[in-house]
């Protein structure tokens, strides 16, 4: 039988019921609880891909649990869809665990303090069982919270990071099918503008006269880009395109896109990821690291949306930055075992 969209939100917040009840000990047995034997877990660096349940204790959620006490998942956004291309039924989950920092984790010391630990999560469901999962965190954003402050400055803002303005955003219910197809039709409206304008070569003559034309055919005027800790939040066309997208054009070359593995909206919400989405030549001065033209890095990307009528208004965005600059010589959790 066809897995609807209702029963895969069920599994998956089963799923997250089983995991908050759980312990270092037992979160193994509760993670095996509702995956399948075969289970494909993504992380982001250090912990990159996983089979199974106690491979994914074993690595994470273990170290986790026992670094952070009295964790509470706080979802901002939760949402379903089929993948664009065909049939699977994917979850998405955005927001924050909130926990006690009471023991180091990857050598982050602790605070003893509340911290907001930002995640995005998209799951597979296929029958009764999570199949695939992409778990996305901002570990910078926690070393930020701790005092570790590895980056040069952002041209962003560090932010604990709000959910959407609308407040709406956890679809538990059914959605109207009309309004999630609408939601997709524009991120691809979207996607289609940056490939038409991103080449680095050809910055300076882009199929728009201007990067705010460009971008005013998808965002509001007034947009909220929320992105991750290094690069940080942003906020109106004019401020995005100044803080975000000219350094990203101009200090990163040959861009390659390398597809995304789920696409997908529900209602007014929309969002993808990406293994990587992209592969890039840092050209020197991106997140402060230099680039001599022959080093190639990939850039693993998560982008969650909301839609306001016929415009996207808010993005969160998660990048596994340690990645990125690991596969360009530097290691920051190593950095951090050092001091």
């Known amino acids: 039988m066809k897995t609807t969209l209702q029963d895969a939100k069920a599994i998956v917040l089963a799923h997250y019921d089983r995991i908050a009840q759980a312990t270092p000990e037992t979160v ?3 993670l095996g609880a509702h995956t399948s034997a075969d289970w494909h877990w993504r992380g982001l660096h250090p912990f990159h891909e996983q089979t199974g349940a106690h491979a994914v204790a074993q690595t994470y959620w273990t170290p986790f649990l026992t670094s952070m006490k009295s964790v509470q998942r706080r979802q901002d956004v939760f949402f379903a869809g089929r993948n664009t291309g065909g049939d699977d039924v994917w979850v998405a989950s955005m927001g924050h665990m909130l926990a006690l920092f009471d023991a180091p984790f990857l050598g982050i010391r602790a605070t003893r303090k509340i911290v907001m630990y930002r995640y995005a999560e998209f799951n597979r469901v296929v029958g ?8 996305f965190f901002d570990l910078l954003h926690l070393m930020s919270q701790a005092g570790v402050n590895p980056m040069p400055p952002q041209t962003g803002m560090h932010l604990v990071q709000p ?3 609308t407040h709406d955003g956890l679809l538990f219910d059914e959605q109207d099918t009309q309004a999630g197809k609408d939601t997709l039709d524009l991120i691809n409206r979207m996607i289609g503008d940056i490939a038409a304008n991103s080449n680095a070569d050809d910055v300076d003559l882009p199929r728009d006269a201007t990067p705010q034309q460009e971008l005013e055919r998808c965002w509001r005027d007034d947009m909220l880009w929320w992105g991750p800790e290094g ?5 109106t066309i004019d401020r995005y395109v100044e803080q975000h997208q000219q350094p990203f054009r101009r200090q990163l070359g040959n861009r390659e896109f390398n597809g995304h593995l789920a696409r997908f909206a529900e209602g007014t919400y ?4 990406g293994w990587p989405n992209l592969t890039l030549t840092p050209l020197g001065g991106y997140l402060g690291m230099p680039g001599n033209g022959s080093v190639r890095a990939d850039m693993r990307v998560v982008d969650i949306y909301r839609r306001d009528g016929d415009k996207l208004a808010e993005n969160w965005i998660f990048i596994d930055i340690l990645h990125f600059l690991n596969q360009q010589g530097l290691d920051v959790l190593a950095r951090l075992q050092e001091t």
């Open 28 to 30: 193994a047995d509760a």
């Open 128 to 135: 009764d069982k999570i199949v695939e999962t992409a778990c």
């Open 163 to 165: 959910g959407p303005a």
């Open 231 to 235: 690069i940080g939040a942003t906020f």
């Open 270 to 273: 929309g969002g993808f990821f």
